[in-house]
């Protein structure tokens, strides 16, 4: 199931609105509105951890629906350059939305560099 298709049918089992979803998150009804109907990718972890709040549902649900856990991370102790995942986890809870956008443009770019053969 596509996130956007998710988050709808979380919102629509608790009977609210995008205007109230959004009113309570603090993003707006025309951003949630693209997200369900899959024109934006899932929002940032920030905005995931307003919306499991909102919803009632747990953020560690809404992190793996938008693909930002694997449910296998909970069963093997991996790291990725030396970070466990509980350090990873705690980092990214603390990052701002602003702080998502710089790092997303830092991945595309190593990315772009690497197919480049830099």
């Known amino acids: 199931m596509?996130?956007?298709q998710f988050?709808?049918?979380q919102r629509q089992a608790?009977?609210?609105s995008l205007i109230v979803l959004a009113e309570r998150t603090a993003t707006s009804s025309s951003y949630l509105s693209r997200i369900e109907r899959g024109l934006r990718n899932p929002p940032s972890?920030?905005?995931l951890r307003r919306l499991a709040q909102a919803l009632e549902i747990p953020y560690e649900q809404l992190m793996t629906q938008a693909g930002y856990l694997n449910?296998?991370?909970h069963e093997e102790p991996i790291s990725y350059g030396g970070i466990n995942h509980q350090q990873?986890?705690?980092a990214m809870s603390a990052l701002s939305e602003e702080?998502?956008?710089d790092i997303w443009a830092l991945i595309q770019n190593k990315v772009a560099r690497r197919?480049?053969?830099h």
Do not use: I, M, S
Request: charged share 25%; no cysteine.
């Open 2 to 4: 596509q996130f956007g």
């Open 7 to 9: 988050l709808r049918e």
């Open 14 to 16: 608790k009977h609210l």
């Open 45 to 47: 972890p920030a905005v």
């Open 71 to 73: 449910t296998t991370l």
């Open 88 to 90: 990873w986890q705690e």
């Open 99 to 101: 702080d998502w956008t």
């Open 115 to 117: 197919k480049q053969g």
